[in-house]
């Protein structure tokens, strides 16, 4: 414990801040786990629970130009919808709980989730850790206050160790932080009420999920090597052919040597040879874009698009896209790779935020844009279903994140047991 106690107090002597939000909420939440955990140490002791072993060139990976255009086009998509907090299917508002107060309560813990993150920067990083390593993790601590319920950080999923022997009672720890080079005794123990893991591709065998980039690493790996030997063949750095000098002594060949060296080679100058024999060029390759391999690289990046469930059209290859394939295309990656993305966040959120954190369990948390891919078809297909009588008005405002009408036409906010953005 002293231990962590002292890099935590470490940590926020070189950022400055103190993880801790004014008001009420002071006393009662503080963020336990650390930020950041990998700047503290390389090393890394084996322990008793597991720990997944993450290759740290997934991070690297993640940078590049590829994998981050693949990352990004479902990060940006998720991050940017908009969303809203309502009463869940079935549940019947009680007799002296307010409803509206506790879905403004909750929408701020949502939107304020602590002192220096908003929802979206706080989403982002869990989305990246979930693509890159299959785990994405947010620590939750209530608060007691009313207004502001819980408070959410973002904690690295590499430095979580899953407990394997966690019998699925509230007070026994699940999930436990241990700092590379951190014994696993000073680790901080955390319950599952305490954290939100999302696991990516979950699996029975093992309590890890499997990250797309841990998909396509293969694929990655082999992409960059084909790119570096590529741009060293464009350069001219890597030389395909050879000067042949029939029946040269090895005086006259280590003298034309250090000619070439001398006076040709990176000057420009036009060589002048004058021999008995013409010189012969051996060309070691044919000389042409195929020596730069971009079928196989374009091969490779379609395999990246496929573990992240993409169109490679997405990715910038686009030598087999029309106009009748691109709305199609488009549609097939909303509903292949960022609705189940954002369908799991909400069911974390509505699960182990609102129900086991908070004890809110009436209350979920949805996107407004998983309907349908376009404004224009979600409002065609709400306008046919209020025309068949399916859906009432205040049902119709309830899918957009609005309050319902009044009787006099106005929204009121007050009564609404659903706050919209």
Partial sequence: MKIREQLHELWRQATGSTDIAAGAADANAERKTLALPAILSPMQLPGQSLTKPTPINL??????????????VIKDRVAAMDWQVRVRRGCAPDEGTDFAARSVALRRALEEPNAVDSFRTLIEQVIEDALTGGHGAIEMEPTG????PAMLWAVDGASIRINPRWDGQPDTPRYAQVVPGQLESSGVELRDEQLIYVRMNPRS???????????AFESVNQFLSAHRFAG??????????????????????DRLIRWWQDE??????????????KPEVLRFAQGTDADLRLAWQEFLIRMVANAFGLPPLLLGLESDVNRSTAAELADEAFRGAILPLAQLIAGHITRDLFAKCIGWREFEFVFNDLNARDEETELAVQVQLLQAGVLTVDEVRAMRGLAPLGQGGTAQVSASPEVGK
Wanted: glycine residues 6%; neutral net charge; hydrophobic residues 40%.
């Fill in 264 to 277: 040709i080679e990176g000057t420009g100058r036009v060589p002048l040879l004058s021999t008995e024999q």
């Fill in 145 to 148: 206050d009313p207004e502001r």
């Fill in 59 to 72: 991070r690297r990976f993640a940078e590049t130009p590829v994998v981050r255009r693949a990352i990004n």
């Fill in 232 to 253: 060293k063949l464009a350069a001219n750095s890597v030389a395909q052919y050879a000067l042949w000098l029939n029946e040269a002594t090895p005086a006259q060949h």
């Fill in 205 to 215: 065998f093992t309590p890890f999920g499997l990250g797309p980039l841990e998909v």
